[in-house]
């Protein structure tokens, strides 16, 4: 279990991997490739291979197929598999979090935050079906946040520091699970306070040592404040507008209320991009409709 300091609560998204307060920032380019190779698969949904999928299409079926069987067989696992030697990416990858206040080991109020990544896909009949009041009673919270569904708008991930911090799920120990109705979570984090609700626009520390990559051609969607901070944005929600896609991220400013001086932005990364963190690690902030950045630095 890791824990981490700072009222942005939403920002818990940024703790699918290891945690913990660091001064470095991600090396660029250079390790992009690496973290979105180290995307595991656990993160991402599982894709076949088309040499994979036809040996166990060979293993399946008797020698009399004909070649024209072998050949769909073939089309079909290419259609459903990367490019050949293109890194996974876990842009898109659906994922929802539930935010608790509960008392601390010596009483003081913490929120715990679990997640679904990499042991649930939240089914949204399974998500609907939970009631909040009833989660809060089971596990006396004080106050509880249904931060989900959510998307990822991310290529990858990047530990700046790997096994220097963290404890638990961060330096590869055994996950702590529990299921919510018919959803299975993992603690994540464990935050100081009991403010589970963000303050829109407010830039918050969430101190870790992972940050996001992005692979040349993606598409960035950024937010820009009066000083010239550049965030990116990490991930999109359905809780506030359920039928948000991606489709309507490029647009997604004409429908922000931005405070005085704050921009939104799309471009097109030129080249694999990291995120660099700041000192101490990420600065986040969090739209009117849930959807959360990152700030470059």
Request: charged share 25%; glycine share 8%; net charge negative.
């Amino acid at each position: 279990m890791t824990k981490i300091a700072g009222p942005a609560l939403l920002a818990m998204v940024l703790l699918l991997t290891a945690c913990g307060s660091d001064d470095s920032e991600a090396d660029g380019a250079e390790d992009t490739t690496e973290a979105v190779e180290e995307t595991t698969t656990d993160e991402a949904p599982a894709e076949s291979t088309t040499e994979e999928s036809t040996d166990d299409a060979a293993e399946d079926e008797p020698e009399a197929d004909t070649a024209s069987d072998e050949t769909a067989a073939t089309d079909d696992a290419a259609s459903a598999a990367p490019a050949a030697g293109a890194p996974a990416s876990m842009n898109g990858f659906r994922y929802c979090e539930i935010l608790m206040s509960v008392p601390g080991e010596e009483g003081e109020p913490v929120t715990e935050v679990w997640g679904t990544p990499g042991h649930d896909p939240c089914d949204q009949a399974d998500w609907d079906a939970l009631d909040p009041d009833t989660i809060a009673a089971d596990n006396d919270a004080t106050s509880i946040h249904m931060n989900g569904p959510r998307y990822f708008t991310v290529d990858g991930t990047l530990d700046t520091a790997p096994g220097e911090t963290g404890v638990g799920i961060a330096a590869g120990g055994d996950a702590v699970l529990r299921d919510f109705g018919d959803i299975s979570m993992a603690l994540l984090a464990t935050v100081d306070g009991d403010d589970v609700e963000p303050v829109l626009y407010a830039p918050s520390l969430v101190v870790r040592t992972t940050t996001w990559a992005f692979q040349a051609g993606t598409e960035l969607y950024e937010l820009t404040d009066p000083e010239g901070n550049v965030y990116t944005m990490q991930s999109y929600a359905l809780f506030e507008d359920p039928t948000l896609t991606a489709a309507d991220l490029p647009t997604l400013g004409e429908r922000l209320e931005l405070p005085e001086g704050w921009s939104y932005s799309t471009r097109v990364a030129d080249e694999d991009f990291v995120v660099a963190l700041a000192p101490g690690g990420a600065m986040v902030v969090n739209d009117e409709l849930g959807n959360s950045y990152q700030r470059n630095g």
